[in-house]
C-alpha cells in the first residue's frame, strides 16, 4: 500500500508543480494592486462607461462581451464581500462583545 502511495505521488508531482507554476505566474500578474501609473487608465475606462449609457452603445454589445462584463462584476462583488468578512473577522454580522 506504502508502495502505490508513493508511486501517484510520485505521477502526481511533475503535473502539480507545473500547474502550480502556471498559477502563481498569473497570481503575480493579475493580483497585484495598481501602480500609480495606471489609475489614469480607470478614470478612463469609467468614462467610457458612463457614456456608453448615454449612448445606449450597451445595446450593441455581443453576447460574450455581455457576459464578461456580468463575469468580472460578479467577481467585483465576491471580492468587495470577502473583504468584508475578513474586516468584520466573523462571516456573519459583528462581533459585539
Do not use: D
Request: aromatic share 10%.
Amino acid at each position: 500500500m506504502a508502495a502505490l502511495l508513493k508511486s501517484a505521488v510520485a505521477t502526481a508531482r511533475p503535473v502539480v508543480e507545473k500547474n502550480l507554476k502556471i498559477a502563481l505566474h498569473y497570481a503575480k500578474a493579475e493580483l497585484t494592486p495598481p501602480k500609480p501609473n495606471e489609475l489614469g487608465q480607470v478614470a478612463k475606462g469609467v468614462n467610457n462607461i458612463l457614456t456608453s449609457f448615454r449612448t445606449g452603445r450597451y445595446k450593441q454589445l455581443t453576447v460574450k462581451e455581455a457576459w464578461l462584463n456580468v463575469l468580472v462584476a460578479a467577481e467585483v462583488g465576491c471580492w468587495f464581500f470577502i473583504g468584508e468578512c475578513i474586516g468584520r473577522r466573523h462571516i456573519i454580522g459583528y462581533y459585539i462583545p
